[in-house]
């Protein structure tokens, strides 16, 4: 419960700020490097990149690098 309210915190403080967007990616650092190494087995994976979304697998190696570097901050 701690967590939904940091993150209710979190977008609710952004948006005071006079924040515009905001996207979420439900999906773990470690699920996207495992469909980097074995993409035959996360044919369905998609992910939201910059107001659009994706197969994870039908991105470029340097967009799906930045996208597991976004998804893998811990500690919110």
């Known amino acids: 419960m701690d967590k939904d309210l940091n993150i209710i915190t979190l977008v ?4 005071r700020l006079n ?10 650092a470690d699920t996207l490097r495992d469909a980097q190494k074995h993409p035959e087995k996360h044919r369905d ?5 910059a107001g659009y979304s994706d197969y994870f697998n039908d991105l470029g190696r ?6 597991i570097r976004r998804t893998a901050h811990e500690g919110m």
């Open 12 to 15: 609710c403080g952004y948006f």
């Open 19 to 28: 924040g515009h967007h905001v996207q979420f990616n439900v999906v773990d």
């Open 45 to 49: 994976l998609i992910v939201r990149v």
């Open 62 to 67: 340097d967009l799906q690098d930045e996208i």
